[in-house]
């Protein structure tokens, strides 16, 4: 708190009704899914000139210290117990998979109908299929702009 936003009086009174497990909680715009939602809504509903999104992310994200900042990120494919702890910790998933199941290396499984089960499935259908394919022809909506 106050190394972070204890620099001005403006960042200050940004947190000042946060808890330190509330601001330690804040997440970088690139992996904050509200953050990307707003950024994607305001960007869809720019009419009249084009629109980028910057998002800050950081490679091997929520991976711990097996990957996380690393240029290693995608060639892992083991990750230590304190690894996998900081991982679930990091996705919230402390109420579904307990520090005794971690050496399991424990599956989790959404339950049928769940709202976490259905938004997967939707996805997929949307996405016309569980295996990706490839269409010669493009088949959303496009608009070229008159120059």
């Given at each position: ?64 210290t097996a990957a996380e900042g ?28 307990s520090d005794e199941d971690i ?45």
């Amino acid at each position: 708190r106050e190394h972070f936003f204890g620099k001005y009086p403006e960042t200050t009174a940004l947190v000042e009704d946060m808890t330190d497990d509330e601001i330690f909680a804040l997440r970088r715009g690139g992996h904050d899914p509200s953050k990307i939602y707003a950024a994607l809504k305001r960007a869809e509903e720019t009419i009249d000139r084009p629109t980028v999104i910057l998002a800050k992310t950081v490679k091997g994200y929520s991976m711990g210290t097996a990957a996380e900042g690393k240029n290693v990120a995608h060639q892992v494919k083991k990750m230590d117990l304190s690894s996998i702890i900081h991982l679930r910790d990091r996705l919230w998933l402390n109420d579904r998979v307990s520090d005794e199941d971690i050496p399991k290396f424990p599956y989790l499984e959404l339950g049928e109908g769940s709202a976490e089960h259905e938004y997967l499935h939707a996805r997929r259908q949307a996405l016309h299929g569980y295996l990706p394919q490839r269409s010669p022809n493009f088949t959303g909506d496009f608009h070229v702009p008159e120059l």
